[in-house]
């Protein structure tokens, strides 16, 4: 999806480097913090936003506008009848009219009951189809944003401001705008008959209101950041949730659990204090629209008794009046519920319309060299990288890796072998020198052409909450069946999918959890394979394996790397000793370059990174660099 393309990763995202800085920002395009505190929103700047999702749908707001004066009329036919009603029949006794204010009364009700089925119709489902398009667009915009967005923000975070950000849209084109116009249409009406009774009364009730307004307006501008903070704090509590569920194991390992119940208490009592603000604030409106009912309807009683007894006003007028001032003042007072659900929605589209404005790591106007087939020539060429500024992570880093060729990168850890992976699948641009392929600067490649020749076996596996079948398919779900049990049999997935009773259509869990960590990696393998990448990249890749299984992949790997330019990260030197060439990486420096017999009789860093891990007397399933000395092991002992 997005940039990313199903035949773009062979073993999932590739986080920046292990044990080294992580980073915060893309070298040539910042990435916001989303968590990180913002200046008040403007209802100016959100207004454009506003209009951008009204635009398409122009045709349907104005049938609805239509539509709904026709329903608010119809609806104040039976509060305006009551005046002929006790005036003309009652008073009168003028029979002959019963039928015909019956008659209207039915009619409008009928009309009423008709027009509010096709308004709820039309904009309600228009509201959620909103909803549902917002959540996809975000979703894509999201995922072709660089690494450096996804090291700034938290998962929790990401997934509230898709699902829960855009839900208050619905306010905005949907059952809030009926609410809300359809209100303000009926006070408008209301208003404009209650003059045609008694314009004295009504000039003294709309000064009432006008005050009431000024005041609810200024009560919205203050609560909508609660509302903004309310959004933030449900993200952060999600995100922590998010985190607890899928590291139970490391929870229930430590038996911490009651110190995460703790956090997401103390986390959950912040999100509580936040809509306790809110409720508070809505109460002090309700109380004011209270209030403002009890002023005017005190006044009204107080006029229009006395109209009535001076004879200015009859019986079936004031009632009449009275109707029609509940019809004029209700929806005003309901704008404290139906203000409070906008003003949601204008947070949440604050938020949405932020993380829309982030820059793809696909958007920089200078990607326009679109690559065709690959050789697989990779280059680096005077190459420095910093995470941050200031703190130098790469230093004049140059190589070049010929297509069919193995790279390895040695090093202790935090030397920067990960991040010129990082650099190499273009999650990250160089500062200064260039990362070459066919002779292109990468920081030109339209990332999706590139990352389509680009395979990568991650030392820790990603794979679906689906079937073994859909995570193998996943690097290229057009492959044929032949194609899929090839790739299967390379990678030795079948010897272990076959045991199981319903085979590839086993689900394999969150996260693979269903599996062991060598099936996990075997899947990642076949995988890789299965999207037959022009460079590879194998980070750890038999980690997860014991001597047995490593032995019956490598294999495998071999095949894998026939024809390819390959490079490898590997924690057993049985995969780097028959590398075409070995770098040996120390803080941010190629301190050693050459083949295993070459660099071995140098005696240099890399003789001591061997020594190292060949004096253990056991396996320690460690990195070249990254274990304990000898000396530390036997105190250990």
């Known amino acids: 999806m997005g940039s990313f393309g199903h035949g773009s990763l062979g073993g999932g995202s590739h986080g920046g480097a292990r044990g080294e800085r992580t980073p915060r920002n893309a070298n040539r395009s910042v990435s916001a913090d989303m968590t990180a505190a913002k200046p008040k929103p403007s209802l100016r700047k959100v207004w454009p936003e506003v209009k951008k999702l009204a635009r398409p749908r122009l045709g349907l707001i104005t049938v609805s506008f239509l539509i709904m004066i026709v329903n608010r009329a119809s609806g104040l036919v039976l509060p305006a009848s009551t005046r002929y009603l006790i005036d003309g029949v009652m008073r009168q006794h003028h029979l002959y009219l019963l039928p015909w204010i019956v008659g209207a009364v039915l009619a409008a009700t009928l009309l009423q009951g008709v027009t509010s089925y096709a308004l709820t119709q039309m904009l309600s489902k228009a509201g959620q189809r909103l909803i549902t398009d917002l959540r996809i667009q975000v979703q894509q915009h999201v995922g072709r944003l660089p690494v450096a967005f996804y090291d700034a923000n938290r998962t929790g975070n990401l997934v509230a401001r898709i699902m829960t950000d855009v839900e208050g849209v619905r306010n905005l084109i949907g059952t809030g705008l009926v609410e809300f116009v359809g209100g303000l249409l009926t006070a408008i009406f209301a208003f404009g008959y209650l003059l045609f009774l008694s314009v004295r009364m009504t000039l003294l009730t709309f000064l009432v209101m006008v005050i009431f307004a000024v005041i609810l307006g200024r009560a919205f501008k203050t609560i909508r950041p609660i509302f903004r903070e309310r959004a933030k704090l449900n993200a952060e509590v999600t995100g922590r949730l998010t985190e607890s569920l899928g590291g139970v194991r490391v929870i229930k390992g430590y038996h911490a659990e009651e110190s995460e119940a703790r956090v997401f208490a103390g986390n959950a009592g912040r999100l509580l204090e936040n809509v306790l603000r809110t409720l508070t604030a809505q109460s002090v409106m309700s109380l004011s629209s209270t209030t403002v009912l009890g002023v005017v309807g005190s006044l009204i009683m107080w006029m229009g008794a006395r109209q009535v007894v001076a004879g200015t006003l009859t019986t079936g007028g004031y009632v009449t009046y009275t109707l029609f001032l509940a019809f004029m003042i209700a929806p005003v007072a309901g704008l404290v519920s139906i203000g409070t659900q906008i003003t949601e929605a204008f947070a949440g589209l604050d938020r949405t319309s932020e993380i829309m404005g982030e820059r793809e790591e696909n958007g920089d106007t200078r990607r326009s060299v679109k690559l065709p087939v690959i050789e697989g020539d990779l280059r680096f060429v005077d190459v420095g990288f910093e995470y941050e500024a200031g703190k130098p992570v790469l230093h004049d880093i ?231 000395t000898i000396e530390e092991v036997a105190a250990a002992r």
């Open 398 to 628: 140059s190589f070049e890796a010929k297509p069919g060729t193995v790279t390895a990168l040695v090093g202790s850890s935090g030397s920067g072998k990960s991040t010129i992976i990082s650099l190499i699948c273009a999650f990250h641009d160089a500062n200064s020198g260039a990362v070459l392929v066919d002779g292109h600067d990468l920081a030109t490649v339209d990332l999706r052409t590139y990352r389509s020749q680009l395979g990568v076996v991650l030392q820790e596996t990603f794979l679906f909450d689906g079937t073994v079948r859909e995570n193998i398919l996943f690097s290229r779900p057009e492959a044929t069946e032949e194609e899929f049990e090839q790739a299967c049999r390379i990678a030795r997935v079948d010897e272990f999918v076959n045991r199981f009773s319903e085979g590839y259509a086993t689900i394999v869990g969150e996260r693979g959890v269903k599996l062991s960590g060598g099936q996990r990696q075997r899947l990642s393998i076949a995988r890789a394979i299965l999207a037959n990448p022009r460079i590879l990249i194998l980070d750890e890749a038999t980690s997860s394996l014991d001597s047995e299984s490593e032995a019956m992949i490598q294999h495998g790997l071999s095949y894998l790397m026939q024809g390819r330019t390959t490079f490898v990260i590997a924690h057993r030197l049985s995969t780097i000793r028959n590398a075409d060439q070995i770098l040996v990486v120390e803080q941010g420096h190629i301190v050693e370059r050459g083949d295993h017999a070459e660099l071995f009789a140098l005696h240099g860093r890399y003789r001591e990174l061997y020594d190292k891990q060949h004096g253990l007397e056991t396996n320690l399933f460690l990195a070249p660099g990254e274990g304990d």
